[in-house]
């Protein structure tokens, strides 16, 4: 096992499927040609959960997903088999659900300001009076005059239904009603709408059961971290992936701290960077968890001519005759975010000017402060680094709102000191604005292209030439070479297939727009950008099943806002909504559109997701396989995404490549199984070969067709924009120019002498070819 990972395979440990589950599932990871697994947080976490990312007790390993003794289980399977072990970690918050769960927040509701564990969450006492705010009440029950009827006390708790809550020594012994014991706790149940306003402890995003954690303080780290610790000590796991680092007050002083507490063990981070930006080079991390590498992928398969097209199609949508700003868009989506359910966020930040600026008036610094949100470029700065992210905000928001500019220069001073409490807390909120304005909101009414809305990318940049991948691919190689790369994750809005698929629609967006009215016709809705997505998603996902959808639609209708919320669901268009959908599944008419329009794109999706997986497997950094996207991945948005995984049909597969069978490109995904199989083994076999990045030449009229480049041996030659390179009438006699030894293409076992090689032969089986140097016998 090396210190660094050739390749890690994803997991997602549930009570479902355990650590000793995923202990059984090693040799066939093993046999995939994997070298380290990666699995999905496995501390305590809340009763039910199916992520781990609400973890509720940092002190134990989950008992519902194996225990302590399924850690060391999986453990020594991997390190028998000489694999490593990647753990994913949460510093940033506990879930807080069910109080009763988690000790520490316990605590806290029962004695307050008081509580040793006030100290470990974000709490605006002063602002709740004293009390911490818990947003939970709702409309009072029939027969109830006010929801304080609803209060019981049973067994020295206050009860409100299922919700249970701690009482403060001496409080409930005089024959109180629930009311009044209420009123003389250290915490106040109020209406669970308040929360967007008046909430007084921070939360992840805007998520009231997950409660920000303040690991910045010593002793904090010291025991939600003392588990962890003990992995990397006890050698049980071998590297952590950090959850979302930009929420806590100093990331690169809390790397820093994790380092040297596990001398420098093998750390990524989820961090999304937007556009040109790039990750802190003080970090003490290998790398982010390859949201970046993803969208660079995608956009080298998507066909630049449709743009225009697609641009049409969605502003008709619209009835429009202009595209979609994106800026504007998300401009305006992460504004209404900063005013609705973040806004509790920005008023504690203006609490904090106010503190050492007490003659300012409130609601002009509310203003400015969200405006400025809005039009922060990137997740945050990392004071003093990023400042100039600030002032490019600074002067955006005085274009937008001239009338705040004198408010935003008063602000500067603050916002830019790394010392003030207002600038630390607005780098926390600058990222959870960021997230619910853009990914959770705008990626959802932005719909020319759904395959181009993924976590980490650009939707505006629609697609990239041959040459600036390679760029960015040497970049990558040149400053992280031990940073993760992706296609698919237990975030991703769309799996990888589902994408490859969608991206077709670039080359034949005429045909996708005869499709589109035609289904529009046949199940109209009364959103037409929401319709684009929805059979955006059920062309790309297809054979897919109607609850699958179903579940997809209702979460993409929300998280648009447009037509309907999850706070007030218009349930006349959830309806029309749902009649869209099972018109898919139970029109005849619209279901054969579906299927012939699935027909004649799905062959170039395939393509496209050999093309995707192969480049991604082979190119700078270490390639993460999320479970189960050996075969086809064409999942939707979580829960969609973690969905069980038949390994028995992989090992099927697995034993049949092995044997020599050469699959076709169909249905089964056999395919991307050899794909994948033989590029995680050349890797981790034959490392010598990954130790650069050097772009080859394709000569001829198809060349823009070709991906390819030589890593230091390996060769990596894929196909994109393949539908338009039928019409073209194939490769021809364009060629490549390899490396002048012979070579042998590890998918096919076919050998070529290098030098000058035409493409027709080097994809005469395959859209994809790994070439390797022939090793001697």
């Known amino acids: 096992m090396s210190a660094l990972p050739s390749s890690t395979?994803?997991?997602q440990i549930t009570a479902d499927f355990t650590l000793f589950a995923a202990a059984e599932l090693v040799d066939y990871v093993s046999a995939l040609g994997v070298d380290w697994v990666y699995i999905s947080p496995v501390l305590r976490s809340a009763t039910g959960s199916n992520h781990g990312y609400d973890v509720v007790d940092n002190g134990i390993v989950d008992p519902a997903r194996g225990g302590p003794e399924g850690l060391a289980a999986l453990s020594k399977a991997c390190h028998d088999a000489g694999l490593g072990l990647l753990v994913d970690i949460v510093p940033n918050h506990l879930g807080v659900a069910d109080a009763t769960q988690?000790?520490?927040?316990?605590?806290?509701?029962?004695?307050?300001?008081?509580?040793?564990?006030?100290?470990?969450?974000?709490?605006?006492?002063?602002?709740?009076?004293?009390?911490?705010?818990?947003?939970?009440?709702?409309?009072?029950?029939?027969?109830?005059?006010?929801?304080?009827?609803?209060?019981?006390?049973?067994?020295?708790?206050?009860?409100?239904?299922?919700?249970?809550?701690?009482l403060a020594p001496g409080t409930a012994d005089d024959g109180a009603s629930p009311r009044e014991v209420h009123e003389r706790q250290n915490y106040e149940l109020v209406d669970w709408r308040r929360a967007d306003s008046e909430l007084n402890y921070r939360r992840f995003f805007a998520v009231n059961t997950l409660a920000g954690v303040r690991v910045e303080v010593p002793w904090v780290f010291d025991e939600s971290h003392a588990e962890i610790l003990r992995w990397i000590r006890e050698g049980l796991a071998d590297g952590l992936r950090v959850d979302h680092p930009d929420g806590l007050a100093d990331p690169g002083g809390y790397l820093d701290t994790l380092a040297e507490a596990t001398g420098g063990t093998y750390v990524l981070v989820e961090k999304i960077l937007e556009g040109d930006e790039r990750l802190p080079a003080f970090w003490a991390t290998a790398g982010t968890t390859g949201y970046d590498a993803l969208a660079d992928i995608d956009r080298v398969l998507v066909d630049p001519a449709g743009r225009d097209r697609l641009d049409a199609i969605d502003s008709g949508l619209r009835g429009?005759?202009?595209?979609?700003?994106?800026?504007?868009?998300?401009?305006?989506?992460?504004r209404a975010i900063a005013d609705g359910i973040l806004n509790s966020e920005v008023r504690r930040l203006e609490r904090e000017y106010h503190a050492s600026h007490p003659?300012?008036?409130?609601?002009?610094?509310?203003?400015?402060?969200?405006?400025?949100?809005?039009?922060?470029?990137?997740?945050?700065?990392?004071?003093?680094?990023?400042?100039?992210?600030?002032?490019?905000?600074?002067?955006?928001?005085?274009?937008?709102?001239?009338?705040?500019?004198?408010?935003?220069?008063?602000?500067?001073?603050v916002l830019l000191d790394p010392t003030e409490p207002m600038a630390v807390r607005f780098q926390q909120t600058s990222g959870m604005v960021m997230a619910k304005g853009v990914e959770d909101t705008a990626f959802y009414r932005y719909t020319r292209?759904?395959?181009?809305?993924?976590?980490?990318?650009?939707?505006?940049?629609?697609?990239?030439?041959?040459?600036?991948?390679?760029?960015?691919?040497?970049?990558?190689?040149?400053?992280?070479?031990?940073?993760?790369?992706?296609?698919?994750?237990?975030?991703?809005?769309?799996?990888?297939?589902?994408?490859a698929r969608i991206s077709v629609l670039a080359e034949v967006p005429d045909r996708w727009s005869e499709t589109l009215g035609r289904l529009r016709e046949l199940a109209p809705l009364g959103d037409g950008p929401l319709e684009n997505l929805l059979w955006e998603a059920t062309v790309g996902a297809w054979p897919v099943s109607a609850d699958r959808l179903h579940g997809y639609a209702e979460k993409a209708a929300r998280e648009a806002g447009d037509s309907t919320t999850w706070t007030a669901p218009d349930e006349d268009f959830e309806r029309r909504m749902h009649a869209l959908v099972d018109s898919a599944f139970e029109n005849h008419e619209v279901r054969g559109i579906v299927e012939s329009f699935v027909g004649e794109v799905e062959d170039a999706g395939w393509v496209n997701s050999l093309s995707a997986k192969l480049i991604q497997l082979t190119a700078p950094g270490v390639p993460d396989v999320y479970q189960g996207s050996e075969l086809w991945e064409t999942s939707l948005v979580d829960p969609d995404n973690r969905r069980p995984v038949d390994y028995d049909i992989r090992r099927l597969y697995l034993a049949a490549v092995d044997a020599g069978a050469h699959p076709l490109v169909d249905d089964t995904g056999a395919a991307k199984l050899l794909v994948t199989s033989r590029a995680l083994r050349l890797r981790r076999d034959r490392p010598e070969l990954f130790t650069r990045y050097a772009p080859l030449e394709a000569f001829g009229a198809r060349a823009g067709h070709a991906v390819a480049f030589d890593r230091g041996g390996a060769v990596t030659l894929a196909t994109r924009l393949p539908v338009t390179l039928a019409a073209a009438g194939g490769w021809g006699d364009t060629t490549v120019v390899l490396p002048g030894r012979p070579l042998v293409d590890v998918l096919t076992g076919r050998r070529y002498p290098g030098g000058i090689v035409l493409l027709s032969d080097l994809f005469e089986k395959y859209p994809v070819a790994l070439l390797a140097p022939v090793e001697e016998d």
Not at 143 to 165: A, C, Q
Not at 323 to 334: A, F, G, Q, R
Not at 472 to 486: F, I, L
Request: aromatic fraction near 10%; proline fraction near 5%; glycine fraction near 8%.
């Open 9 to 11: 395979y994803r997991l």
């Open 102 to 166: 988690n000790a520490w927040w316990w605590d806290v509701l029962m004695h307050g300001r008081e509580s040793k564990y006030a100290e470990a969450f974000d709490i605006d006492w002063d602002f709740g009076g004293g009390k911490l705010r818990i947003p939970v009440l709702g409309d009072p029950s029939e027969g109830s005059e006010t929801v304080y009827d609803d209060l019981t006390v049973v067994g020295g708790e206050l009860r409100y239904f299922d919700n249970r809550y701690p």
């Open 320 to 334: 429009s005759d202009q595209p979609v700003d994106w800026k504007s868009l998300i401009h305006d989506t992460k």
């Open 359 to 413: 003659h300012t008036e409130h609601d002009l610094v509310v203003d400015a402060v969200a405006e400025l949100l809005a039009c922060f470029p990137v997740y945050r700065s990392y004071l003093p680094s990023g400042a100039g992210h600030l002032h490019e905000a600074a002067e955006l928001a005085r274009h937008h709102r001239p009338e705040l500019a004198d408010t935003i220069d008063r602000l500067l001073p």
């Open 449 to 499: 292209l759904g395959s181009l809305t993924e976590v980490g990318a650009d939707p505006e940049e629609f697609s990239i030439g041959v040459a600036e991948f390679h760029r960015r691919q040497a970049e990558r190689q040149a400053s992280m070479p031990g940073s993760m790369t992706t296609l698919s994750t237990h975030d991703t809005k769309r799996g990888e297939d589902t994408r």
